[in-house]
């Protein structure tokens, strides 16, 4: 295998399949829109067919970066092109591949207007979420997460569906602007001392005390914002709740972990005394997080909204499994993640199903859907007790593992977190209710139809997911293991030897 | 007995001055009607010079007494400068032929302008520097008034007279003090004196600041940048086209060229003054431009916050910065050249239009137009993969590398605000409904111009290898000499 680049094969297919569209898709306007469908299908199937080599070629015992590819880029400045995997980052590349083909699926009827352009948009999306994930040069790194905002800032504004589909595109495109910028200074104040963005090198540099705490937070700007973690959450529900249903599959599936990935690549392990510094941070501001907007939930009467609000709670206990920097919580964090973007997508495509029939996102306009819509009753309820976290789904195995990592740490910390899972079960059970259950009186939702094939054959493999992450996660976990085992060593290590040095600065001027 | 100097350093000068007045001779024997041929042959002078310049010199060399370097980052600047001024000459063709301001005295004067521009580029004392320069602004200012018959076109033209006047005259004054404080005006000599360490007097410091100020109003720096919005948007659009590149680039270039050549040790005594004006710049570039209604004053203010960004790399005064100014002004020129063929493309019912909301839609009425000024306009935001992008990262690696660290987080955050109304345009295009479409087709000049600057800004990322090097090479020229 190893001749072959696959990580940059997966990456670009996608958006040579866009140029193939932008070039070959001709005709009348229902011409254009069948083969751009068809096109995109094709070309997201391909590459999830591409990422299934690098989840079973990927060496499950070893901890580095593997399937590495190099190229001469900017040989002069020391920047240049490499890609590769490690265990932390190869399953969200093949979260991006799956949920792309299932993105495009799902926009199958409900997008009608600018068809070509909107495939195309999300093809090169997805180029920038696999590329995002994959490189191991900063500046790589940097562009491919900065590009995404383009398309997303595009799928947003075109084809959202609310009349504040400009104002979140906005505030979409300039809050993760404003963080990343700042990002793009850390990453040229590291740049200055190592001469090099390879990340390998990064990881191996040690930076001042000083310097890493200046660092620590302009990253945290940028993922922070990302993730989002409360304060700077803000722009998330209103993106999500104008960004058509694809899109916010791909906001809530793929974007927001982007945050959690940078963290994980770069701020713990590149800066681990600042970690240690910040972590307290880190875990007020998530325990407000998991709290305030699982009660800002509850009370919401738009279910992408109230979807949008779980997410951010989610988050939260993806930043403290993160920063306890246990073995647990890692895994547990990096689980999370991932059975997010497999449930908390299809849970917005679930009210997208429902969308496409009413054009209302009102939960009190729905009501009784389970007389005539038991299919659909029953894949709502799966996601919805995945995202309550029910044991034997994916939710459980993430949340679970991060709350035994804080109580290794600090059990206020975990008491308080732990009250989010019981908000959670409130506001999904409450919005299930209010939507399935109950009786059909609503004459407008009277003629709806079941899930129709197409909605089945998107729901199917989510639905796989979240039992064989629930049910068997350890073909998930033994896959970071490795590489968690790694990070924690040299995160410890670091400390320990900034713990040693300060103690025996201590010590030169006792004496 | 004086010798001849050598003159072939200046070879591509002296062969655009004998073009220009070949060219002059033509049109007044052809008349009006020639304008075509002229402007064909002023862009095929253009080619010339930039093979002259690329092949027959040398460098680094100083002639004519010093007066005159020619060194890798002359090359450079002045390739960008003829770059500019041919594609402007391109882009007006059609619009002056349309609006009856075809004259042939228009090519000639972008021509004689671009040789100011050059023999600025190449100054190597404060006379040459002087004469570089007023050849440049004189040609520019009856350009910018070469629609006598409109008031606003003629207010235009006074305005940069009177404000371009005024400038000169504080250069000149700057550089009278210097002279009369250092007794020489030779950039080298100045070096020398000043290498040698010792007092520097107040006079002399009065002297640099004039010279800065000038040099400021050049570059339509704040707080010299008021004449910017009323001539950009006052002067025929070909021509608003023409001053928003080339004499940008060679002004930068000159100021680069001063205070780094000859006041390169007095580092310290210039630079909080360009980290001022730097910081100014980005400012007002970011937040003047949100409300504005007319494209062409919009883009003013834009190229006012680009010249804050690239005075960032002055301000570093390192060779990294210099590459970092080199690398950012090549950029500009490709986003700014395209995005003006957009705009001279802007007809309503054979009517130029100006305004930002007619722009609305424009993804539905002309979608290859829409993509190729929502890339020029992704790109001036900063947003990678594009190259806007590129160009800030270079200035920004050198303000953080000279630890001017207040002047980048200064400048990445207003690059947010900038990025507003950047994408305001995108979202006009893309997610607004149309409400006249313009005319079509734009014509083929104009449809190479737009596609060849869309690929260069789209696609730089690909192969930026050659450009920075190019960049690296002429900023060590410069910091050599």
Not at chain 1, 216 to 226: I, N, T
Not at chain 1, 251 to 276: C, H, N, Q
Not at chain 2, 41 to 64: I, K, Q
Not at chain 2, 434 to 444: A, K, L, T
Request: contains cysteine; proline residues 4%.
């Amino acid at each position: 295998m190893g001749q072959w680049p696959i990580l940059s094969l997966t990456t670009f297919v996608p958006i040579v399949g866009a140029g193939f569209i932008f070039l070959l898709a001709r005709g009348t306007p229902e011409t254009v829109a069948r083969n751009a469908r068809y096109m995109a299908l094709w070309t997201s199937l391909i590459t999830f067919g591409l990422s299934l080599f690098i989840w079973f070629e990927f060496d499950r015992a070893n901890p580095g970066f593997q399937f590495t590819e190099y190229a001469e880029w900017f040989p002069a400045w020391n920047i240049n092109y490499r890609m590769g995997v490690d265990g932390i980052s190869m399953m969200f590349v093949l979260l991006c591949t799956v949920l792309t083909p299932i993105c495009v699926l799902a926009s199958w009827e409900s997008i009608r207007d600018r068809v070509k352009e909107y495939m195309i948009s999300f093809l090169i999306l997805e180029t920038m979420m696999i590329g995002m994930f994959c490189a191991l040069d900063f500046v790589v790194f940097y562009i491919f997460f900065e590009g995404v905002l383009i398309p997303m800032f595009v799928i947003i504004g075109v084809w959202g569906s609310g009349s504040r589909r400009i104002y979140a595109a906005f505030k979409f495109f300039l809050f993760t602007l404003l963080g990343s910028v700042l990002m793009l200074l850390a990453l040229i104040a590291m740049y200055l001392q190592t001469r090099d963005t390879n990340i390998a090198i990064l990881l191996a540099t040690h930076f001042d005390r000083d310097m890493q705490i200046w660092l620590w937070l302009a990253l945290f700007a940028s993922f922070a914002v990302k993730i989002p973690m409360w304060p700077v959450h803000t722009w998330l529900p209103d993106a999500h709740v104008e960004a058509p249903t694809a899109g916010s599959v791909i906001l809530a599936g793929v974007l927001l972990k982007m945050g959690g990935y940078g963290f994980l690549r770069f701020s713990i392990p590149i800066l681990p005394e600042a970690t240690a510094y910040f972590t307290p941070l880190v875990y007020t501001l998530s325990v407000v997080a998991i709290i305030y907007t699982s009660l800002v939930a509850l009370a919401q009467e738009d279910m992408k909204k109230l979807i949008a609000y779980s997410s951010i709670a989610h988050m939260g206990f993806v930043t403290i499994g993160m920063f306890t920097l246990t073995t647990q919580g890692i895994h547990g964090s990096i689980f999370q993640m991932l059975s997010h973007g497999v449930v908390s997508a299809a849970l917005f495509l679930a009210v997208g199903v429902v969308y496409d029939r009413l054009h209302s996102r009102e939960i009190a306009r729905y009501g009784g859907l389970w007389n005539n819509m038991p299919r659909y009753g029953i894949v709502f309820m799966i996601f919805m007790l995945g995202s309550v976290g029910l044991p034997g789904t994916s939710g459980f195995v993430g949340e679970f593992l991060s709350l035994v990592g804080a109580f290794q740490v600090n059990t206020w910390v975990a008491f308080l977190a732990a009250t989010g899972l019981v908000l959670g079960a409130a506001y999904m059970l409450y919005l299930y209710r209010r939507v399935i259950f109950g009786r059909l009186t609503k004459d407008d939702l009277k003629g709806f139809h079941d899930l129709s094939l197409r909605e089945m054959a998107v729901f199917a493999p989510l639905i796989a997911l979240v039992f064989w992450m629930g049910i068997y996660p350890n073909s998930f976990i033994e896959v970071m293991d490795a590489s968690v085992a790694q990070l924690i060593e040299n995160y410890e290590a670091a400390i320990q030897s900034a713990a040693d040095e300060a103690a025996g600065a201590a010590a030169v001027a006792l004496r | 007995m004086t010798q001849m100097p050598d003159i072939a350093p200046a070879l591509p000068e002296i062969f655009l001055a004998l073009a220009g007045m070949a060219l002059l001779m033509l049109g007044v024997f052809k008349g009006d009607r020639s304008t075509r041929l002229v402007a064909y042959l002023t862009v095929l002078s253009f080619v010339v010079a930039g093979f002259l310049l690329v092949s027959t010199v040398e460098t680094p060399s100083r002639t004519f007494g010093g007066m005159f370097v020619a060194d890798d980052f002359a090359v450079f600047m002045k390739i960008l400068s003829l770059l500019g001024s041919a594609l402007a000459v391109i882009m007006s063709l059609e619009f002056i032929e349309r609006e009856q301001m075809a004259r042939f005295e228009f090519p000639v004067l972008f021509l004689f302008a671009t040789l100011g521009m050059m023999l600025m580029i190449s100054a190597g004392s404060l006379l040459s520097l002087y004469l570089g320069l007023e050849l440049q602004s004189l040609s520019l200012y009856v350009v910018a008034a070469f629609r006598r018959d409109t008031v606003r076109s003629s207010e235009a033209g006074l305005k940069y007279f009177v404000l371009g006047a005024l400038s000169s005259g504080m250069l000149l004054y700057g550089a009278s003090l210097i002279y009369g404080f250092t007794g020489t005006i030779d950039f080298v000599r100045l070096a020398e004196t000043f290498a040698e360490g010792g007092q520097v007097g107040i006079g002399l410091i009065i002297g640099i600041v004039f010279i800065a100020a000038g040099l400021a109003f050049k570059v339509s720096a704040v707080p010299f940048h008021m004449w910017t919005p009323d001539v950009y948007e006052g002067a025929p659009t070909p021509v608003t086209a023409f001053f928003a590149v080339a004499p940008k680039v060679a002004a930068i270039a000159l100021f680069l060229r001063v205070m780094v050549g000859p006041f390169g040790d007095l580092v310290l005594q210039w630079q909080q003054i360009v980290v001022v004006i730097s910081i100014l710049s980005m400012l007002l570039g970011a937040y003047a431009a949100i409300n504005q209604t007319n494209i062409k004053r919009l883009m003013a203010y834009s190229s006012i916050g680009h010249m804050g960004y690239a005075l960032i790399g002055l301000a570093a005064g390192t060779e990294r910065g210099v590459s970092g100014v080199l690398i950012y002004m090549a950029i500009y020129l490709a986003m700014n050249v395209g995005t003006f063929a957009c705009i001279l493309s802007m007809r309503v019912n054979r009517r130029m239009v100006e305004g930002i909301n007619d722009l609305a839609g424009l993804s539905k009425t002309n979608p290859l137009m829409a993509l190729s000024l929502a890339v020029f306009m992704f790109s001036m935001a900063g947003i990678p993969p594009l190259a806007g992008f590129f160009g800030k990262l270079s200035v920004f690696l050198a303000a953080i590398d000279a630890q001017l660290y207040t002047l980048a987080i200064i400048g990445v955050l207003t690059s947010v605000v900038g990025a507003f109304y950047y994408i305001r345009i995108v979202k006009l295009m893309y997610f607004d409904d149309p409400v006249e479409s313009f005319d079509r087709p734009i014509g083929r000049d104009m449809t190479l111009v737009l596609t060849g600057t869309g690929l260069f800004t789209a696609f730089f990322f690909l192969f930026p290898a050659p450009i920075m090097d190019a960049a690296t090479r002429a900023a060590q020229s410069l910091l050599a000499g």
